[in-house]
């Protein structure tokens, strides 16, 4: 079992429109834009980070919008709910604050004893709120008071049609049984960081999501650094995997690989960080290029869309 992995690092997902999306994130949800960057394998592509003060591993939500994308259709083989930490005691503001924005289908409930407000974003994808006791500290920046705000992701919900083959991957990669409740499973890594809950919820009879507009494209978790990625790697090839070499990806170094449900893992590092080329003060302000597509600067500034 592997010992390296920590949680998550951060969840990529898909979006119709960068200006929504950008919205939702800052004004509704109150996160930080840390990072406004382009797909690095398609540049035409913005790929938008949200989270904490800094885009502390655990709490970044990022994005590929593309412009007018139709809608994936929800199903098993992919990521259903991601979940943000709230504070205790703030489900109701939330809810409140929810409605006021007008968000689609919110509604509460209990898992594992916890309270949860869920909500569609722009395009349908699923979230919840989840109350735990959490000591990273929110980003506060965009009118979201620190006794509500986002403390980052405790995790994300698996649906797949059966539990066997991920449940294991996931006990390899460190996660350790917590409980059950109905269909779902969950997992947790002791001593993780705070986004160290995944839970997996076995469907039967529902079809195979279909990746668009609205569905998570992949999920990453954190390493420490380049050392103990390379030695995940090792142990995932050695399992039989087949995993990506390492890529950099600026902000930090990621390996792919799918899961027996379909699902895209990365494995990312906590190291250099979103801070390596802008000032704290002014993360994701400024179009930040990588250097192969640099020479692009002119033309993408003229065909991305503008983001407040
Ligand atoms: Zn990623």
């Known amino acids: 079992m592997l010992k390296q992995i920590k949680g998550l690092h951060h969840v990529t997902s898909l979006a119709s429109s960068a ?29 938008l980070y949200y989270g904490d003060e800094v885009g502390t591993p655990g709490s970044v939500m990022t994005y590929f919008p593309f412009a007018n994308a139709a809608r994936g259709k929800r199903g098993v083989g992919e990521v259903g709910v991601t979940s943000f930490s709230i504070p205790k005691e703030s489900a109701a503001a939330w809810m409140d604050r929810l409605a006021t924005f007008e968000v689609a289908k919110i509604t509460r409930d209990t898992r594992f004893g916890e309270a949860r407000v869920l909500f569609d974003g722009p395009d349908g994808e699923r979230f919840a709120l989840v109350e735990v006791d959490d000591n990273r500290a929110p980003w506060t920046g965009n009118g979201v008071s620190a006794d509500m705000g986002i403390r980052g992701f405790q995790g994300a919900d698996m649906r797949i049609v059966d539990d066997g083959a991920t449940a294991e991957l996931l006990k390899f990669m460190g996660y350790e049984k917590f409980g059950a409740q109905d269909n779902v499973t969950r997992f947790i890594i002791p001593d993780g960081n705070a986004a160290n809950v995944i839970d997996l919820e076995t469907l039967s009879g529902v079809p195979r999501a279909t990746s668009s507009a609205g569905s998570v494209h992949h999920i990453a978790f954190a390493v420490e650094n380049r050392a103990r990625q390379l030695e995940v790697r090792e142990a995932l090839l050695d399992t039989g995997y087949q995993v990506t070499p390492v890529i950099n990806r600026d902000y930090f170094y990621a390996i792919y690989f799918r899961t027996p ?48």
């Open 19 to 47: 200006s929504e999306n950008n919205a939702f994130f800052t004004n509704v949800l109150g996160l930080r834009r840390v990072k406004k960057t382009v797909n690095f394998d398609a540049p035409d592509v913005y790929h």
């Open 261 to 308: 449900a379909g699902v895209l893992f990365e494995i990312a590092t906590n190291e250099p960080g979103f801070d390596r080329d802008e000032d704290t003060a002014h993360l994701g302000e400024a179009l930040k290029l990588p250097s192969q597509h640099e020479h692009l600067r002119a033309q993408l500034e003229r065909h991305l869309e503008p983001l407040s």
